[in-house]
């Protein structure tokens, strides 16, 4: 008996996690993790505002506590692939719900974040990887040498190129369309939705999501523009 109770306990998580409201409890959470990340990336990159020698101190200082940096790296990785993982499993499973298409798509009530979420979540996965290979490992660097630990002459160097500048800003204004219709369905996915809170919670998500993206794109504007140089 004890360990037929012990059984339904450990297969009661794991049931749960398989769920729909398991799949979309853990895209809310992991979109957390990457919500907190994208912000203090957004505000560690604008901080080329201020010089080199901020934006440059700034990456030595990761650079050395790599405890620090490899953790936050991995616990990103994992949220990364958990995130793709989940979103994948509700695409099928709402795919499988209707397998016939609809005959007359209607997209009233729907916003366009909403209706693109899950093909911006591919193209923004290419962009990492893109990114990586960019700025952090230095292979894939147009316009100039890679210079390791002059994150400002990589940036500006890189920016001044108009197709890497067109690619990061289409990319951002992605990520900031993806991150804010996250952060509206974040209370909902939990079933913490409410009729008074939602909609304050929808609007504060759509500001900060312009924000955001005004915040990224603002450095290879002003590097196109000369006034980053």
Request: glycine share 8%.
């Amino acid at each position: 008996m004890a360990t037929t109770v012990i059984g339904v306990r450990q297969e009661r998580p794991a049931r749960f996690l398989a769920s729909t409201n398991g799949k979309k409890a853990i895209m809310a959470v992991t979109g957390v993790i990457l919500f907190v990340f994208v912000i203090g990336h957004m505000l560690g990159n604008l901080q080329v505002y201020e010089g080199p020698e901020k934006i440059n101190a700034y990456g030595h200082f990761l650079k050395s506590i790599p405890e620090l940096l490899w953790g936050v790296r991995a616990a990103l990785l994992a949220a990364v692939l958990l995130h793709i993982w989940s979103s994948i499993g509700l695409a099928l499973r709402n795919n499988a719900a209707r397998p016939k298409g609809y005959a007359r798509k209607k997209n009233v009530v729907s916003s366009y974040a909403s209706r693109t979420m899950y093909w911006s979540g591919p193209i923004l996965f290419c962009f990492i990887v893109y990114h990586l290979l960019h700025f952090t490992a230095g292979i894939v660097h147009p316009g100039s040498d890679f210079k390791e630990g002059d994150i400002y002459h990589n940036m500006v160097a890189s920016f001044s190129v108009w197709y890497v500048s067109a690619w990061y800003i289409f990319s951002m204004i992605l990520l900031g369309l993806h991150v804010g219709h996250g952060a509206s369905s974040f209370v909902q996915s939990l079933g913490f939705n409410h009729p008074r809170h939602t909609p304050i919670i929808k609007r504060a998500a759509a500001v900060f999501s312009c924000l955001l993206i005004l915040g990224f794109i603002s450095i290879p504007i002003s590097v196109l523009a000369g006034l980053v140089k």
